[in-house]
């Protein structure tokens, strides 16, 4: 019992394709890179608790996303360009419970957190507008 690490706590991700492709659709091509080895990466192994960090119920900018949780993309690289730096791009998830009650995360949206174009839609006002509608 002492001396053995405890397996970190993981969430298996759930992903609405049609979601998904239309994110990477509005994305650059560093963008889809990122979305599409998160996804695989997500689907395989599941996200550690602790790469996720809690949405703010209220934001600033008007979003509002209580109860979800974000995670910056991609977690390292060895690029350097803007869109390839840690963090330049998210995804939003919602916290959601099989029937067994395990909880797992739903995907809702990908994309960059804070375009430099005013005129792009950051990931959290995407995730706003799809938990709205869920």
């Not at 650059?28 to 602790?50: C, E, N, P, Q």
């Not at 960059?112 to 174009?117: D, F, K, N, Q, T």
Request: net charge positive; hydrophobic share 40%.
């Amino acid at each position: 019992m002492f001396g053995i690490p405890r397996r970190a706590a993981t969430f298996d991700v759930v992903f609405d394709d049609a979601r998904l492709n239309e994110d990477l659709e509005h994305a650059s091509a560093a963008g889809r890179s990122v979305g599409h080895a998160a996804r695989r990466r997500l689907v395989r192994d599941g996200i550690a608790a602790s790469a996720l960090r809690p949405c703010e119920p209220e934001a600033r900018d008007g979003t509002r996303l209580p109860g979800s949780v974000k995670t910056y993309l991609p977690p390292g690289s060895d690029l350097r360009t803007p869109e390839h730096l840690p963090g330049a791009w998210g995804m939003v998830f919602a916290v959601r419970a099989d029937a067994a009650g395990r909880p797992y995360l739903e995907y809702l949206a990908f994309g960059e957190r804070h375009p430099e174009r005013q005129s792009r839609f950051t990931v959290y006002q995407v995730a706003d507008r799809r938990l709205r509608a869920l």
